[in-house]
């Protein structure tokens, strides 16, 4: 099984501010990676799949880099609504033992 | 645009078998451009994939859950299931059913439930 580890666990910005946020697998996923950003009480929402290609509809701010083992989610502007935790998925075995990582809370500071 | 919709008991005692139902709207689970998957989220916690069915009847499952769970589809009712046995506290957890078109986005989810609560509990 590939173990998706994310740091930090938190992160507190604010509005404005610009994000970081790391990925790291246990071997490499090639360029199978997604992101997603979950707000309490709500699914998962897609952020971003094949580690750099927004999923429809979210906005530019977002970015996604990184290939093989090292994974990078940059918010470029923190806005109210992106406090949330925000997950890495990983989408490279065979057969299919698609894994998430641990996290990132976002919160304000 | 596809819907889901999940449906099931939220309580369980342990040793039973979790049924839960994701009913499919806008689209089809007879259609070659969707998997249907299962997963789960405890409370305060991470996401965890159980497994997916395919149009063709292939499943494919978590090597965490393989042993105890089963996911099929209902083409005349338009719905797939979850069925995972012997269910014990730690199988408490929000249950997410959700899928993606394949050729847009690959093996991620990008349309999802709203999520059912179960609790296993004695």
């Known amino acids: 099984e590939i173990v998706l580890t994310q740091s930090p666990a938190t992160l507190s910005g604010s509005p404005g501010e610009g994000a970081t946020l790391s990925c790291r697998a246990s071997?490499?996923?090639?360029?199978?990676l997604a992101w997603y950003q979950q707000k309490p009480g709500q699914a998962p929402r897609l952020l971003i799949y094949a580690a750099s290609t927004r999923a429809t509809g979210v906005p530019a701010r977002f970015s996604g880099s990184g290939s093989g083992t090292e994974f990078t989610l940059t918010i470029s502007g923190l806005q109210s609504e992106d406090f949330a935790v925000y997950y890495c998925?990983?989408?490279?075995?065979?057969?299919?033992?698609?894994?998430f990582g641990p996290g990132t809370k976002v919160d304000i500071k | 645009q596809v819907q889901l919709q999940e449906s099931g008991p939220g309580l369980l005692k342990p040793s039973q078998t979790l049924s839960l139902t994701c009913n499919v709207s806008?689209?089809?689970?007879?259609?070659?451009?969707?998997?249907w998957n299962w997963l789960r989220q405890p409370a305060g916690k991470g996401l965890e994939w159980i497994g997916r069915?395919?149009?063709?009847?292939?499943?494919d499952y978590s090597p965490s859950f393989k042993s105890r769970v089963t996911i099929f589809s209902d083409t005349a009712k338009n719905q797939f299931s979850l069925h995972l046995k012997s269910v014990t506290a730690a199988d408490t957890a929000t249950y997410y059913c959700?899928?993606?078109?394949?050729?847009?986005?690959?093996?991620?989810?990008?349309?999802w439930g709203q999520g059912t609560v179960v609790t296993v509990s004695s």
């Open positions: 959700a899928t993606g078109f394949i050729v847009a986005t690959g093996n991620t989810f990008d349309i």
């Open positions: 806008g689209g089809s689970v007879r259609s070659a451009s969707y998997f």
């Open positions: 069915t395919y149009s063709s009847g292939t499943t």
């Open positions: 998925q990983q989408y490279d075995e065979w057969p299919p033992a698609f894994t």
């Open positions: 071997q490499s996923v090639s360029s199978n």
